[in-house]
């Protein structure tokens, strides 16, 4: 073979050589291609067999009742500081109406025991007032009247006699008197009785 055809030999198989290698260059982009569409093919087929949680329709709707109910627990609970602060203003009126009528009370007692105490002070004086007065008729020594000198407050025709005992005779008067207007007379101890008639009101002077 001579050198001509020599050299057209080896560009031949240069040219062989370079497609070869080309179609292997070419073959290995086809798959690498194809692998990477595969994965992205496989990627959204994964995505839609299988979505996110947050995606899917039973979350929504779980997210969408969760947010439901705890919409009405906040305002279960905007209700409850409602009411709590209601109850606390009444118990507040409560306790104002609870002191107001301890006040009163307290404002009653004392009225009640400052009018008791005027009573018994009325009484008192009434009691003595009685035991230091008394009108006519028979009374008796000690029991009815007390012995002292009393006065009357005068009457027409005034009659009196101090008695030293009731058995009605003339031997029972101590000493009698009938004056006109008023009359002192000193009531001992020892006498039993005292009768006088239309003299008024005795009171006692001593």
């Known amino acids: 073979m ?3 055809d020599q050299g057209a030999s ?3 198989k240069r040219l062989a050589g370079a497609v070869a290698t080309a179609r292997r260059a070419r073959k290995r982009t086809i798959a690498t291609v194809g692998l990477a569409s595969g994965l992205i093919v ?3 087929v994964a995505s839609l067999l299988n979505p996110a949680p947050t995606a899917t329709d039973e979350y929504q709707a779980l997210e969408s009742s969760t947010t439901t109910q705890i919409e009405e627990l906040k305002a279960e609970l905007r209700k409850t500081e409602s009411r709590r602060a209601q109850l606390q203003s009444e118990a507040s009126n409560v306790k104002a109406r609870q002191e107001a009528t301890a006040a009163r009370s307290k404002e009653l007692d004392e009225r009640d ?3 008791s105490a005027r009573e018994v002070a009325v009484g008192a004086a009434e009691v003595a007032k009685r035991a230091n007065e008394f009108d006519s008729g028979t009374h008796l020594v000690g029991t009815d009247i007390q012995p002292g000198t009393y006065r009357s407050s005068a009457g027409d025709s005034c009659y009196w006699e101090r008695l030293s005992g009731l058995g009605g005779s003339v031997s029972d008067i101590i000493a009698n008197g009938n004056p006109d207007g008023q ?3 000193t009531i001992s101890a020892t006498d039993a009785a005292f009768e006088s008639a239309r003299c ?3 009171s006692k002077i001593g």
Do not use: D, M, R, Y
């Open 42 to 44: 496989g990627a959204v």
């Open 10 to 12: 080896g560009t031949t």
């Open 200 to 202: 008024g009101t005795w």
């Open 113 to 115: 025991i400052e009018l």
């Open 183 to 185: 009359a002192i007379v």
């Open 2 to 4: 001579n050198e001509k």
